[in-house]
Nanobody
C-alpha cells in the first residue's frame, strides 16, 4: 500500500483545512484508515479513524466536533476536514492504513502502512 497525503498549509486560528490521502497498491475499500499527527516536541498522536466503509468513525477527544474523517472508496481517498483550528493542532499529519480492520484502534502500531506527512501550521 502506498499512501500520499496532501492539503496541509498555514492557516490562522479559527480557520479550516482539508487533508486528503490517496492510496494505491491494494484494495482500498478492504481496510480501515487513520490520521495521526506529530508535533516537534510531542510524540505521535492519534487524531481520527474510519472503518472500511465509513460506518464507524472515532476521534481524539480534543478534536471531536471540529474534525471530520471521511472516505471515498471509489477514489481510494480518505479525508480529514479540520475546522476551528487551534495553534495546538499544528503538527505534521500522517495517514495510515490498518489492513486487519481493527475498529476503534488508536494505536499506531496497529497501522501497517504510512504515508509521508503533510505539515499543518496554525498561527495565533
Amino acid at each position: 500500500v502506498q499512501l500520499q497525503a496532501s492539503g496541509g498549509g498555514l492557516v490562522q486560528a479559527g480557520g479550516s483545512l482539508r487533508l486528503s490521502c490517496v492510496a494505491s497498491g491494494r484494495t482500498f475499500s478492504n481496510y480501515n484508515m487513520g490520521w495521526f499527527r506529530q508535533a516537534p516536541v510531542k510524540g505521535q498522536e492519534f487524531v481520527a479513524g474510519i472503518d472500511w466503509n465509513g460506518g464507524r468513525k472515532w476521534y481524539l477527544d480534543s478534536v471531536k466536533g471540529r474534525f471530520t474523517i471521511s472516505r471515498d472508496n471509489a477514489e481510494n481517498t480518505v479525508f480529514l476536514q479540520m475546522n476551528s483550528l487551534k495553534p495546538e493542532d499544528s503538527a505534521a499529519y500522517y495517514c495510515a492504513a490498518d489492513v486487519h480492520g481493527r475498529d476503534y484502534s488508536s494505536d499506531g502500531a496497529e497501522y501497517e502502512y504510512w504515508g509521508p506527512g503533510t505539515q499543518v501550521t496554525v498561527s495565533s
